[in-house]
DNA sequence: GCTATTCATAAGCATATCATCTGAATTCAG
DNA sequence: CTGAATTCAGATGATATGCTTATGAATAGC
């Protein structure tokens, strides 16, 4: 014989009325279905838990210390479900999110500001690292989602594309190039500052300038964007750098326009293991993420 | 939509195991029937609480906290359900019973140590106090039950009698008395041992000899049966007293002759709170107490 | 590419659950 | 002391719930 939190409910509900009548009406339910559930449990205890006159209804000694047991079973009940709908309904929760460096300054703090107005309850955490990393961190769940230009993504990983990301060219307000879409062919001879040869950005930059057939003559190279925006605010030459660059430092005095022939874009995608499922929190996450991400590279995705 | 035990008993199975079809077979029921127990505790709680590919099942973030929660819940209500079972099985328990320092001493010794033996988990306590105080204490529910002669008891209090209780006639091995049945009239002028006049067992032995019409003339007043046993054995005179004063002290050689003319009797009786039901552990001590009980008052009871 | 395994879905059916009605016991008012 | 009212227990029938069987879809291994 089995017993139900149903008859918990029934004896808690009685033993707190002191009266079986009562305590259906609290439960919603007739009389005579109140009195075979306690039975069934006094009988599946093996104990009786009232002493019941037709007039009187009071606890055993066993019914008091059930009455105890009980409540407290119940009341943790309660707690663990509540906490499962905290986190359905995103009053709680933690998501941790992993981007490079820049991405990280770019996209994520107005990202992260908006989701916990939002939902107070919610943590989200950065790891800001380098694209391998990101991958390892997402791979072996360290991190609930990663942000960032993955090339190949090894499957097991989820990508979500979330904008088209372009590389552009950042010059000084005063320069030539300032009011036009610039072809790549108009760069050559024109100083040009890189960033340093790991990155991912300059190995693009050397690709297009092969394409089109001009030699790539650094004039400065930097390993960080924010330096080389620096030194193009400075007049110093110009730079390609990605759409989302312009987030890293919004208040310096540079522009950037578009390029083409050939256009060279990637997706920013969001990546995150594959077959979990996702957290509420996480899902309301991504799409603010993405609100974000297209602001800044408008370009349309796929 | 309400959280049942059965959801949970199915969600913590699935949780351990890994698998549903494992987890049916555990639970021995069809597998459709617990995807749907995990699916309802899955709506109700407004998560998911496994990803599940039709290779692979695992815990969710949310999952894992719910089955941790859970668990401790479940185990819980083991424990209560456990402790309740002791209660019946009399494997723990607790009695109080009181009763007159002499009854104590004769009658509650033997039957508890039997108790102990044989639910080594119940605890029997003894409260040895004069007659107007057990009752009262039975009444508050102070103790269980009381033990001893109780003329008229109020409503609300339970009467079970235990053995009839007749007053005898107690004298040396040597004394004329020691073989026959003893009529009341033979006392006439008889060195008679009493006890103090605030003694019920000194009333009845005046209202014996009122009735007898033959003058009460204590040769010694003592306050104590064992000091009263003890003159009797000195051969200082004959005492009239309860049959169970002879549990007082087995090791005096004294007789015990019954009085007849008129033959005056009380019962001994357990009493208990009315309307109240009756725990498992003090249902057989009952049993028990009656018992030891007629064994030292043989006399037929009703 | 085929088979075996695993979980989800659908439908039918047995069982359990609950509400209504009725009865017994007790209390309270007159 | 009698009658009304209250309260809990029992019996019966309608409804609902839960389980099993049968089937389908997806994946991994051979």
Chains 1, 2 share one sequence.
């Not at 791979?139 to 993504?153: H, M």
């Not at 578009?258 to 594959?274: F, H, K, Q, Y």
Request: with cysteine; proline share 6%; hydrophobic share 45%.
């Amino acid at each position: 014989m089995a017993v139900t939190l149903r008859q918990i409910q029934a004896f808690l509900a009685v033993a707190e009325l002191g009266t079986f009548t009562k305590a259906a009406e609290r439960l919603h339910m007739a009389q005579p279905a109140l009195s075979q559930l306690v039975r069934e449990l006094e009988h599946a205890l093996g104990i009786r838990l009232f002493d019941r006159t037709t007039r009187r209804v009071e606890l055993t000694e066993g019914g008091r210390e059930f009455q105890g047991a009980s409540a407290k079973i119940v009341h943790d009940l309660d707690l663990a479900i509540q906490n499962a709908n905290d986190l359905a309904e995103r009053r709680r929760g933690r998501i941790t999110v992993a981007a490079p460096p820049l991405l990280a300054a770019a996209i994520l703090p107005e990202a992260i500001a908006e989701m916990r107005e939002r939902f107070p309850g919610v943590q989200v955490a950065v790891l800001d690292a380098r694209t391998d990393t990101i991958i390892e961190a997402v791979r072996t769940n360290r991190v609930d989602c990663g942000l960032g230009t993955f090339a190949a993504v090894e499957d097991g990983i989820e990508r979500i594309p979330m904008a088209r990301d372009q590389l552009m060219l950042f010059c000084s307000p005063g320069s030539r190039f300032a009011d036009t879409t610039v072809d790549w062919r108009e760069l050559r001879g024109e100083p040009l500052i890189t960033l340093t040869r790991d990155s991912g950005i300059r190995l693009l930059v050397e690709v297009a300038y092969e394409t089109v057939g001009i030699p790539l003559v650094p004039a400065y190279e930097v390993s960080q964007i924010t330096t080389a925006l620096a030194l193009v605010e400075a007049r110093l030459g110009v730079a390609v750098l990605p759409t989302y660059a312009r987030a890293a430092a919004p208040h310096r005095r540079v522009l950037a326009r578009p390029l083409s022939n050939p256009t060279i874009a990637r997706d920013i995608v969001l990546i995150r293991p594959g077959g979990r499922s996702v957290s509420p929190a996480l899902a309301t996450f991504e799409t603010i993420l993405r609100r974000y991400a297209r602001r800044l590279a408008p370009a349309d995705v796929d």
